[in-house]
């Protein structure tokens, strides 16, 4: 049984690790599609954004320069130099970004919209239900809204035992390297090993060899969970069509909307 650790256990090595292997990669595409997301769900009026999890900065990026005034949190240390190299792009928008810990950091600031995209299950329940209630008592002004992309346990479930070898497909790609793909269906918990091969024999560079383990979430166990937390689950969608068992079995995450309950 894969017991999902603590974010505290791997995360910060894990994603420390992986920063040199994928460094600096920016998909401009999937950032703007995200800063659209946010302006279709947020309408005009909510104009501050917390962007948690926010790696390298593409999305936070984008975000700004469609005017909002981001925050962009990340505690890696490579992601966030990163993204502090975009802060000067930010125009028509603000973008500051906070290289610390989301279970500890103090913002001193409420915000608009909390987003974390492609992230949110990195820890045990316990952690994930914290940062729920982060999100709602510490981050979110009254009638804000939290985007949160969540991963589905169906594509990872199909992915269980997947061994595959990967080119770099990137210019940013330091190495190739074998993935490995486990899910455990009691604990709902995915775990994702990347190991960097020899350019010379194509052997396993076992020292670099880094694993992430993500808890998915079914929509019911996630509606609940956040329910706890004093959060509402307003909206639930993939790619902006609602939720449909098909696509479920597909998508790696699925996109929920959040509201403070009344
Ligand atoms: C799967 S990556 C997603 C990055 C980005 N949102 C994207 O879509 O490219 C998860 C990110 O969460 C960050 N992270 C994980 N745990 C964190 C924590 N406790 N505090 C701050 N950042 C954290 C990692 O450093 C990493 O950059």
């Given amino acids: 049984m894969i017991a999902p650790p ?64 981001v925050t962009a949190l990340d505690f890696a240390p490579i ?22 810990d989301q279970h500890t950091v103090d913002l001193g600031q409420r915000f608009d919209v909390v987003a974390c995209w492609d992230g949110f299950g990195i820890g045990d329940d316990e952690d994930n239900l914290r940062l729920l209630h982060r999100i709602a008592n510490d981050w979110l002004a009254p009638g804000g809204i939290a985007i949160l992309d969540i991963f589905c346990p169906l594509p990872w479930a199909a992915a269980h035992g997947r061994d595959q070898t990967l ?38 560079l076992e020292d670099l060899r880094i694993t992430q383990f993500i808890r998915c979430y079914f929509p019911a166990d996630f509606v609940r969970l956040a329910s706890s937390a004093g959060l509402q689950t307003s909206l639930m ?3 902006g069509a609602p939720l449909s068992s098909d696509r479920l079995r597909e998508a790696w995450h699925y996109l929920v909307v959040l509201e403070r309950g009344k």
């Fill in 79 to 100: 992601q966030s130099e990163n993204a502090r190299r975009l802060v000067n792009q930010a125009a028509p928008g603000r973008l500051t970004v906070v290289a610390e």
């Fill in 6 to 69: 603590k974010n505290s256990e791997w995360a910060k090595a894990y994603y420390t690790t992986g920063g040199s292997f994928w460094s600096g990669e920016e998909n401009a595409e999937s950032g703007r599609k995200r800063a659209q997301t946010i302006a279709r769900l947020a309408g005009p009026d909510r104009r501050a954004v917390l962007e948690i999890q926010s790696g390298h900065g593409g999305a936070a990026l984008a975000t700004a320069q469609a005017g909002y005034d």
């Fill in 167 to 204: 080119d770099r497909n990137h210019s940013t790609h330091a190495y190739r390297q074998n993935r490995r793909m486990w899910f455990d269906p009691i604990t709902a918990v995915a775990q994702d090993e990347w190991c960097p091969l020899s350019d010379e024999d194509g052997r396993r």
């Fill in 237 to 239: 969608e993939i790619d």
